[in-house]
């Protein structure tokens, strides 16, 4: 059995879908999801599912091993992000395999502070015709890991970035737990 650990910092309706996708796999299973935010509505969503959850803050992430100690004694094989805001530490980057969803078709639209809806309105700002997600790995800049996958969408001249948001979360819902599942049964 495969072992996922999510990391989340908001709504996780990501989170939400992987784990239904994954729910009685026989071989990859969602051991623990993980948040800088206690108040977030991803750990709601990982009570009514069932599964584990650990909140930390800045210090125990940045100058702890608490949040490394608990994916070791998991036995975590990767680590998934999912909407998670904060910068990895090389600590993380060093003993896990870490994988990060950006609502953009980087190189574009990555970097500090490029998350959620500000990606979305620079999107349509700049007029562009097209969006997407990628799905890469992570290492110690935000957005510049080697990427795994990419899939489009069209933008219309009238959409909102709420509108480039659905059709980019509609990607998202259907490619992030295949891609997964690809990288962690496939190793
Ligand atoms: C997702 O669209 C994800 O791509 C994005 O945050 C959203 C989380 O939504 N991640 C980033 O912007 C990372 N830079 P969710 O909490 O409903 O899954």
């Not at 070791?72 to 980057?93: K, N, S």
Request: overall charge neutral; proline content about 4%.
């Amino acid at each position: 059995m495969k072992k996922v650990a999510i990391f989340a910092s908001g709504s996780g309706s990501n989170a939400e879908n992987i784990a239904r996708y994954f729910n009685d796999n026989e071989h990859l299973n969602i051991e623990c999801i993980y948040s800088n935010k206690p108040d977030a509505y991803v750990i709601e969503r990982a009570k009514k599912l069932g599964i584990d959850t650990m909140v930390f803050d800045r210090e125990m992430f940045y100058h702890s091993n608490k949040v490394l100690d608990d994916l070791r004694q998991r036995e975590v094989d990767i680590v998934i992000l999912a909407g998670f805001l904060w910068l990895i530490p090389g600590y993380l980057i060093r003993n896990f395999k870490i994988v990060n969803i950006h609502p953009a078709l980087l190189p574009k639209y990555g970097g500090k502070g490029m998350y959620g809806n500000r990606v979305h309105k620079a999107v349509v700002d700049n007029g562009e015709k097209y969006s997407g997600i990628t799905i890469h790995y992570v290492n110690e800049k935000y957005d510049e890991g080697k990427i795994i996958f990419q899939a489009k969408c069209e933008i219309l001249p009238d959409d909102s970035p709420e509108d480039v948001a659905k059709k980019v979360h509609k990607l998202e819902y259907e490619h992030f737990p295949k891609v997964i599942e690809q990288l962690v049964l496939n190793s």
